[in-house]
């Protein structure tokens, strides 16, 4: 565990901690990548556990629960008390009483799992309990793609709805949105030394406190197109249960926008999370090398990429803007650099852990969970970070009603984790 005050450079002090590595081998472009990971990216196999970890508020108890998962990337809590688990390669599973079922559920679409392309994020129905319908996000090969499309197949950020009554066969599958355009086969000459077309979808969904549903369409590594409103990507979108545009949005009508638009201006968005105390809405995003970003999102707000960064694009150049850029809005705190490459987002509130009461709670695919104070603005004002000691990438986070925190390892050899307060 490690603690750093605001005074102190957060942002600075917080990228010394992650290693001190630029980037992610996956997030760098392909002809940047090397053949294997460098060494600060490398990890260890978990073991068994469980883990006693110290911090600043709480002694953590912290153990494995159910079998291995192949880079898990998020959960959803049932009423019954178990969970839905999505692992990245494109299976749905289930975990009862703390075991893994070993059946994955079927009936998925056809998904494009290659690099961080795959399976995503799911999510329930407000009236899960009553309607049984179920969400979740994916990268969508192009109907014209075949049984095995290539690297370099034209793909989509897709979110579909499905029934599913609690067995192993999802029913009624249908796709709700599909982000435009199908980008992959033709990539054009793009500024910055950016990745391929195959990273970058964004792809959490979030119910709001109105119940429709937010999504989160990443760049795709096109950064030009962000700011061009008449497309999906670098935006979060609205939609109804149904897929259709949200009443309310604040670009309905308006020539050149998409009418699903919330907010705009965003890299590769890979967390959200609505306070269910406060309604606000708080978004993660991967920025460039360094740049990440955590936002507070507001409606109808221009976050700035790729005009306006506080990162370094790939290549070295500079970015048009770094803050304070008129018509775009600062993050409410930027990581790095060098980057912490944030996973989704919560804040805490619970019995268990009283003192962490309002606190924001990030994994991050730098090894760590990240603990981060905020005052009634949304500034971060202190933050720790906490399991370095078991490196290990993270993904997701979920609060559980009785306060008992998940987090999701992303790993082949990828584990669900459970933090509970330690036996004093």
């Given at each position: ?22 980037a ?5 472009p ?39 998962l ?12 178990g ?13 009862r ?28 129905h407000?009236?899960?309990?009553e309607?049984g ?13 075949g ?9 989509a950020?897709?979110?579909a ?12 599958v ?29 792809g959490?969904?979030?119910?709001g406190?109105d ?20 497309n999906?990507f ?11 545009p ?11 926008w ?32 360094g740049?990440?970003?955590?936002n ?48 989704n ?15 924001l709670?990030?994994p ?15 500034a971060?004002t ?12 993270l993904?997701?986070?979920k609060?559980?009603?009785d ?19 330690a036996?004093?």
């Amino acid at each position: 565990m490690k603690r750093i005050r605001a005074a102190l450079s957060l942002a600075l002090a917080l990228g010394m901690m992650a290693g001190g590595q630029t980037a992610r081998a996956q997030d760098a472009p392909a002809g940047e990548r090397a053949a294997a990971p460098p060494p600060g990216f490398r990890t260890v196999a978990l073991g068994d556990g469980p883990w006693t970890v110290e911090t600043e508020m709480a002694t953590l108890h912290v153990e494995r629960v159910g079998d291995t998962l192949d880079h898990p990337w998020s959960l959803a809590f049932l009423p019954d008390g178990g969970m839905l688990v999505t692992e990245r390669p494109g299976r749905l599973r289930i975990i009862r009483d703390g075991q893994l079922d070993p059946q994955p559920i079927a009936g998925l679409p056809a998904i494009f799992a290659f690099g961080l392309a795959g399976l995503m994020d799911v999510a329930l129905h407000p009236d899960f309990a009553e309607n049984g319908l179920i969400y979740f996000s994916y990268s969508k090969p192009h109907p014209d793609a075949g049984d095995k499309p290539g690297v370099n197949a034209d793909t989509a950020l897709a979110v579909a709805r499905a029934h599913w009554d609690g067995g192993h066969q999802l029913s009624n599958v249908e796709d709700i949105f599909v982000a435009a355009p199908w980008y992959g086969s033709e990539v054009p000459e793009r500024c910055c030394g950016q990745g391929p077309a195959f990273g970058s979808y964004g792809g959490r969904i979030a119910f709001g406190p109105d119940g429709f549903l937010y999504v989160t369409s990443g760049d795709r590594n096109y950064g030009e197109m962000v700011q061009d409103q008449s497309n999906d990507f670098g935006k979060i979108l609205r939609l109804t249960d149904d897929g259709k545009p949200a009443p309310g949005n604040p670009f309905a009508g308006q020539e050149g926008w998409q009418d699903t638009i919330w907010s705009t201006g965003h890299r590769n968005p890979l967390g959200l999370y609505f306070d269910p105390l406060t309604g606000k809405l708080w978004e993660t995003e991967f920025g460039p090398r360094g740049g990440d970003e955590l936002n507070l999102i507001e409606k109808g707000v221009n976050y700035g990429w790729m005009d306006v960064t506080q990162g370094h694009h790939y290549n070295g150049e500079a970015a048009k803007g770094i803050r304070a850029v008129d018509g775009m809005k600062d993050p409410a705190f930027a990581f790095g650099p060098p980057s912490i490459n944030p996973g989704n987002i919560a804040v805490y509130h619970g019995a268990a852990f009283p003192g962490w009461e309002g606190d924001l709670l990030m994994p991050a695919m730098s090894k760590s969970l990240v603990r981060m104070e905020v005052n009634a603005n949304g500034a971060v004002t202190a933050m720790e970070t906490m399991l370095e000691g078991l490196e290990q990438r993270l993904r997701d986070v979920k609060i559980a009603p009785d306060g008992t925190v998940y987090v999701l390892t992303d790993e082949t050899e990828g584990a669900l984790l459970k933090i509970t307060p330690a036996a004093e």
